[in-house]
């Protein structure tokens, strides 16, 4: 089975731009979830998304926002980029269901550095 | 709001001995489920060992185990005959599961170093 992959896997930009991550969820994996992890600190939870629609949300502005496509790809996309949006972004699949539902495995991260 | 502390940012141990890194949570919920994740330098984060709180018995994989106490809201993961390998950085993670998704809250982590 091929395991969590994400795109770019580094990135800058400069403050007031766009962005979109890209994820591709493990095969047979049915939700993603995305989180921002900050130098030296855990990763902190985005969102998740579960067939196609947003399924629990952290605590980030709206201008954070995602979409997750019919083969259970995602995206993330961040308007309006500031300095402390710099961090790496991890994106995680999961299948929710059976006995190892839950458990989410991560892809690589894309490294995001706003200027 | 739930919050997940590891109060060890950094620990080391000898190659072939045993280390437990500290984790302990808050949370009001009775049913949620915890976990142990490893970020080596590489950045991947892997699973490690995964707890369901509506079980008493400590969850065991290979070399780690982990210690749940519920009423102390601790998890504690413990790491015997301990390798190179590893050497990374390591998550606690608790997560809730909800109708509308699933909560997920991580500690800041603590960087284990295996020293040959």
């Known amino acids: 089975e091929t395991g969590v992959t994400q795109s770019p896997t580094h990135l800058i930009k400069t403050r007031g731009q766009q962005v979109t991550l890209r994820c591709s969820s493990q095969?047979?994996?049915?939700?993603v979830s995305w989180y921002q992890q900050a130098l030296g600190q855990g990763p902190q939870f985005i969102f998740q998304?579960?067939?196609?629609?947003?399924?629990g949300r952290g605590n980030f502005p709206p201008r954070f926002s995602g979409l997750q496509f019919p083969n259970y790809s995602s995206e993330l996309n961040v308007n309006a980029l500031e300095l402390d949006d710099s961090a790496l972004y991890l994106c995680a699949s999961s299948l929710r269901a059976g006995v190892r539902r839950e458990t989410q495995y991560f892809g690589p991260g894309t490294r995001l550095l706003v200027l | 709001a739930q919050t997940v502390t590891q109060s060890q940012p950094e620990m080391s141990v000898q190659e072939a001995e045993t280390v437990t890194l500290s984790c302990t949570y808050d949370t009001s919920e009775n049913n949620y489920y915890l976990f142990w994740y490893k970020q080596p330098p590489s950045r991947q984060m892997i699973l490690v060992i995964r707890q369901e709180a509506y079980k008493q018995q400590n969850a065991t994989e290979n070399r780690f185990s982990v210690n749940f106490q519920k009423a102390a809201k601790s998890f504690s993961l413990k790491i015997s005959d301990s390798q190179l390998g590893d050497t990374a950085m390591y998550f606690c993670?608790?997560?809730?599961?909800?109708?509308?998704?699933?909560?997920?809250?991580f500690g800041t982590g603590t960087s284990l170093t295996v020293i040959p």
């Open positions: 095969s047979g994996h049915n939700t």
């Open positions: 993670a608790f997560m809730k599961p909800l109708n509308t998704g699933n909560q997920f809250y």
């Open positions: 998304y579960y067939r196609e629609e947003e399924n």
